[in-house]
């Protein structure tokens, strides 16, 4: 199926609609539930009253039940009439799209032009025998021993090697591109969603819902598919990502009860039938209408950019990859979105690129001009010869010699290695850390962690263990250290709590009996409720009898828990037609609306405010300095005449009576204290932000070690904490905030607002000299736009609602804290991998370009020949990346402070290491150039004529600097000036695979190499010298290492090369794309567009973007699709007119979606 473009699948769907929805014996089809689902608010109440008279109704023609589901016999059935839930991915390229991608290549468009000159021209023979003497120099040599006829291999073998790369190019873009899918539907795997099947509440993959299911829907949801509400509690949605609307929408079975896909469930719980999935939901037609124009205008677009930039331009587009449609869809969007800011390694990556490629350019231009005036001036001025036109092609071939070698120059100095080893090192971490409970979505949120400077954790779940166990209580005057045994308590009492804490909680919230014996219950649902319930268990009652005899329609009306009320409450119409509510919520809160209070006979006495104070003082500080969370169940009575106005919420939520506080342990996850102890180390802050009692918070955090007593910081709640940073006119003020969040320790009873405002405020500070780099953790729907806020978001996996994941860059698939250290470990490892390659690659192009460069200028000859370079080129970039992007990462990692943003990439050491091992390979190369034919006593290769056969000497030097590379790369593993560089190499099979695969290639190429690769065997005693003089640059060094920094001022210069020229610490970066893009506006002039790397760093980069959603619309319609299945986005869109429809679709404010 996902061979179908999106219009044929849904032409082929409505085709057999009418015919098979009768044959399948439905009583409804297709067109007329999306008909239905295209209604809103009292049109369609109408509708469904006229044409199925009523909810019920409905069901009985889809053959459901509004209870007890679907029976699950006719799934498959199902799926044939009304679709399956996914909308069919876009096809991914073929190897062959990619090869000839790979082709578009500038640089590699000028060798094989330059190979096919040569090629053409060697089989060309001037006429007459005897007009060799009369071209001079030119012709000379070139019938020796009838080599004339050899001299087609060097164009030949430009040509193998050209579709060597491009075949390496191609596959390690295939194998992202397959890399990427696979982690996009890893991820569409893990959303889940509670359907009710055959009575049972269960969890289904969001793909394997079908039309007719009942699914039911809570707080924190996204609507996996269309549907029709059967009851809701107080549901609020937010379908901001199909109006653009930001206002929530209350929902309603009498009055709107239309639920449509990928809406966002803000606030309240209940159920509804789905009645519209995959393509024929509202957010499939969307990606139905996008893909039906792609073919047509991708023609359009790109006839578009031919005219503007010539063919030039083509290189420049940015490969499409695994996100379907995203990079075309990024394109158009950065224009008017603002995006997050480019990742610290990528700003600097494009920076150095740019600087790199250009210098090569200028090099290899001057290699080409100064070969061919010297030909030029010795033939035609010094020997006075003339020009003869017989000679004219012997004359180009050496132009075309000569430009071949310019090439090789620049081939060799654009390190397009670079985007390669990003690209592996990410792809590798990304896999890693999938074992450490860590789930990318956006690639360079991985490498970002490495320089986080803070992170802000949520504390249930993430820092305890979210098991939560009700152990003391307040009841009846008694304040019980432990749980009291039934008997102790008033049979009234009992019955009041058993009664508020079974039915004022979600339904949905269980505890069902262990899994393996001895095992502990199993909690399922909200927590801190399975908590309470737990404790209805400990007095010996049941709760599942209390709710059968009141089941959730029956309840009369639910004011659900949100971050505004901090509490829940639940109204039941009593027999004799009187109301009764029971409420619970954090205990301050809750007390301050309560004026009575049961006592020992379980009678209400009054609550005066010095008994609130004296109970605060006696039960619930001692409680929470134990760390125990605080909970107060109440109750309220209402006259069934005249019946109370319940919108009037500040009315009826006041005049409770308590009936008990209880405190609620969440242990400390075992792990936590030490991982903390390792962020410390590593120079990262630990804040906590939680909406506990500033006592609870307090008391965690001393025993998680964010806080130790007697050091200066600083604990308050989200009230002292607004009063601080705010000024009279209640607006944010940056001077203020930076008075509070350095020693800023611990945020309680802290609003999702103030968890925005805390990041915001720590991220636009310019109080260090180092932008805060800040890394925040959520699981709530309310922790949305803090996520997004954050450099990078961390959502739970379990615990955590879709919204969070949708808004996060990480997800912790184990909800633990110490998984965040692993991913700092991770980030850190990235950026000490690119950083150790370049340190190799770096060696590499400076000395390969002055020794072609010198070489060519004296000897009008490279030593080291196109082929020749071209495998240089191989080794270096893409083994070399292979190696040295796959080191595991070590604890050593985390016993440094973070690089941070402004800190160039290349360190003093590691210029000190290039320029050190640059020099001693010059010394090596240039000796063995000049005087290495009197050392070995064998024929110079100096000033060989054209097509001479290939020296014993240049084979030499030829296999000198590849052995010398080989020993180099085992330096490059340390980049901190560390002695021992052989640690831990046997730790990465991959290094030393590729190591003694290259140097037994090596072997082949010198021995039987030939003529293609301009080799000559070697005898034993000749290999030993060039291994030697290889092995001393493990020697070289140590000499190196011991070289103090701070002897060599200058480098500090050399280092900054690549700082960025600005990183503004305030927003406006977030806003202005300007900004963000020196390097790429750079490229995109036009002059650059030679260099072979660049357009692959490009691409790269757009690669690494595809998985990072901005803020506002990014990724929104992306976002709907994800639900029904992650990885597919159906169209490629590259049309104007989506534009429009993107901006109809999105919000505006960053906010507004989350």
């Known amino acids: 199926m996902g061979d179908l473009t999106n219009s044929d699948y849904y032409a082929k769907n409505q085709g057999n609609d009418v015919s098979s929805n009768h044959e399948g014996g439905f009583g409804v089809s297709v067109m007329e539930l999306r008909d239905l689902m295209e209604l809103r608010g009292s049109e369609a109440v109408v509708k469904i009253q006229e044409e199925y008279g009523d909810m019920d109704g409905l069901c009985q023609r889809l053959k459901t039940s509004p209870t007890e589901g679907l029976t699950g016999d006719d799934l498959d059935k199902r799926k044939e009439v009304y679709g399956e839930n996914l909308i069919p991915p876009k096809k991914p390229k073929t190897f062959l ?33 005897d007009s060799g003497e009369s071209c001079g120099t030119a012709a000379a040599g070139a019938e020796d021993e009838g080599e004339a006829e050899a001299g087609w291999i060097e164009g030949a073998a430009i040509l193998l090697s050209v579709v060597c790369v491009v075949l390496v190019t191609a596959f390690n873009d295939w194998s992202k591109e397959k890399q990427f899918r696979g982690l996009q539907s890893r991820i569409e795997q893990e959303q889940k969603f509670q359907v009710v099947r055959g009575a049972q509440v269960i969890q289904l993959p969001v793909a394997d819902i079908v039309v007719g299911d009942i699914a039911q829907i809570k707080y924190g949801d996204l609507l996996p598919a269309d549907g029709v509400l059967i009851q809701g509690n107080d549901l609020k949605i937010d379908e901001s990502s199909l109006t653009g609307e930001s206002d929530h929408v209350k929902k309603d079975a009498d009055k709107d009860p239309m639920l449509l896909s990928g809406t966002h469930v803000m606030e309240g719980s209940g159920r509804m039938l789905v009645t519209a999935v995959g393509v024929n939901s509202q957010t499939g037609i969307i990606f139905t209408l996008l893909g039906a124009g792609e073919p047509v205008e991708e023609e359009k677009k790109k006839e578009k950019v031919k005219k503007q930039d ?12 695994a996100e379907g449609g995203e990079m075309e869809e990024k394109e158009k969007k950065k224009a008017n979105i603002s995006k997050k800011e480019k990742s610290v390694l990528q700003g600097k990556l494009t920076k150095l690129a740019v600087q790199i490629g250009k210098a090569g350019l200028v090099m290899s231009a001057i290699t080409v001009i100064i070969l061919v005036l010297y030909f030029a001036v010795d033939n035609f001025v010094l020997q006075k010869r003339p020009w003869l036109t017989e000679c004219t092609p012997i004359y180009v071939q050496y132009f075309v010699k000569f430009f071949i070698i310019g090439v090789t120059v620049l081939v060799v100095a654009v390190p397009e290695g670079l985007p390669l080893a990003v690209t592996i090192s990410l792809a590798y971490s990304v896999k890693k850390m999938m074992k450490d409970n860590n789930l990318v979505r956006h690639l360079d949120a991985c490498e970002t962690m490495g320089n986080a400077t803070a992170i802000c954790s949520d504390k249930t779940g993430t820092l305890t263990t979210n098991r939560m166990t009700a152990v003391a209580c307040y009841v009846g005057d008694v304040h019980y250290k432990e749980i009291p045994d039934p008997g102790a308590l008033t049979a009234k009492s009992l019955d009041i709590l058993v009664n508020a804490i079974s039915l004022n909680s979600a339904y949905t919230t269980k505890i069902l009996p262990a899994t393996k014996e001895g095992g502990l219950p199993m909690q399922v649902g909200n927590k801190t409720e399975c908590g309470l319930l737990g404790l209805v268990l400990d007095l010996k009652r049941d709760y599942q009898p209390i709710r059968n005899q009141i089941p959730e329609e029956k309840l009369y009306k639910v004011y659900t828990f949100n971050s505004a009320r901090k509490s829940m409450s639940t109204v039941i119409k009593l027999s004799d037609g009187s109301f009764r509510m029971y409420s619970k919520g954090a205990s301050e809160i809750v007390l301050k609306k309560c004026t009575k209070i049961l006592n020992q006979e379980g009678e209400p006495r009054v609550f005066r405010p010095r008994d609130k104070d004296e109970m605060v003082k006696k039960v619930i500080e001692p409680m929470a300095c134990d760390g125990l969370r605080t909970i107060c169940v109440a109750y309220r009575d209402f006259p069934g005449d005249p019946e109370p106005l319940w919108d009037n919420e500040n009315d009826i939520l006041n005049e409770l009576t308590a009936v008990c506080v209880v405190g609620i342990e969440d242990p400390v996850r075992p792990e936590v204290p030490d991982a903390i102890i390792r962020c410390q180390r590593a120079g990262i802050t630990v804040r906590m932000v939680t909406g506990d009692n500033i006592n609870t918070a307090r008391a965690i955090a001393i025993k998680c070690g964010i806080i130790h007593p007697g050091e200066d910081f600083l604990c308050i709640d989200g009230k002292e904490f607004n009063r601080r940073i705010r000024n009279e006119k209640g607006e944010v003020e940056q001077e203020r905030m930076d008075k509070v969040w350095p020693k800023l320790r611990v945020l309680a009873r802290s609003s999702p607002t103030d968890k925005h405002t805390l990041v915001k405020g720590i991220i636009d500070s310019c109080l260090t000299d180092q932008r805060q780099v800040v890394a925040v953790t959520g699981d709530g729907t309310n922790d949305g736009p803090a996520l997004k806020k954050a450099d990078v978001g961390f959502a739970m996996g379990i615990a955590g609602t879709d919204v969070a994941k949708e808004a996060s860059d990480i997800i912790l698939t184990d909800d633990n804290f110490s998984s965040i250290v692993k991913a700092v470990m991770w980030g850190r490892n990235v950026y000490d991998s690119i950083s150790k390659f370049l340190q190799f690659q770096l060696t590499v192009n ?235 506006r750079e490229l995109r002039r036009g002059q650059v567009l030679w260099f072979r790397g660049l357009n692959r760093i490009q691409t790269q980069i757009d690669v690494v973007n595809t998985f990072k959603s901005g803020s506002s619309y990014q990724g929104q319609l992306r976002r709907q699709s994800s639900t029904t299945s992650q990885n597919q986005d159906v169209t490629n869109v590259s049309s104007p007119s989506h534009v429009s429809l993107s901006n109809a679709l999105s919000p505006t404010s960053p906010a507004g979606q989350c």
């Not at 000839?100 to 290549?105: I, S």
């Not at 468009?109 to 089989?123: H, K, N, P, T």
């Not at 290939?950 to 790369?969: A, G, R």
């Open 97 to 129: 799209q990619l090869v000839w991608e790979a082709l578009q290549d500038v640089t590699l468009i000028i060798l094989e032009v330059a190979a096919l000159i040569s090629l053409g021209l060697s089989f060309y023979q001037p006429p007459g025998g």
């Open 310 to 321: 010539g063919a030039a331009a083509m290189e420049m587009q940015p490969l499409k990859s």
């Open 846 to 1080: 400076v000395v390969a370009v002055i020794v072609a460069f010198t070489g060519a200028c004296i000897t009008q000859d490279s030593p080291l020949k196109a082929v020749q370079m071209l495998w240089v080129n191989l080794i270096m970039d893409t083994f070399a990346s292979l190696a040295l992007a796959t080191e595991p990462p070590t604890e050593a990692l985390l016993m440094r402070k973070p690089y941070g943003r402004n800190k160039p990439l290349i360190s003093s050491t590691m210029t000190k290491n290039i320029l050190g091992h640059g020099i001693y390979q010059l010394v090596i190369i240039f000796s063995l150039l000049f005087v290495g034919e009197q050392i070995f006593d064998i024929d110079s290769g100096r000033h060989a004529p054209l097509h001479s056969p290939p020296s014993e000497h240049y084979t030499i030097i030829f296999n000198t600097f590849v052995l010398m590379q080989l020993f180099n790369e085992i330096n490059a593993r340390k980049i901190h000036g560390e002695r021992n560089v052989f640690d831990g190499i046997f730790r990465n099979p991959i290094f030393c695979s590729i190591v003694f695969g290259t140097f037994a290639i090596q072997i082949v190429i010198v021995q039987f190499g030939g003529k293609p690769f301009s080799c000559t065997p070697l005898d034993l005693e000749k290999w030993g010298w060039c291994t030697f003089l290889g092995l001393g640059e493990l020697v070289w060094g140590q000499v190196i290492a011991t070289i103090p920094n701070s002897k060599l001022r200058f480098l500090r210069g050399a280092g900054q090369l690549t700082k960025k020229n600005e990183m503004p610490g305030d927003e406006d970066m977030n806003e202005d794309n300007e900004e963000i893009d020196h390097a790429e």
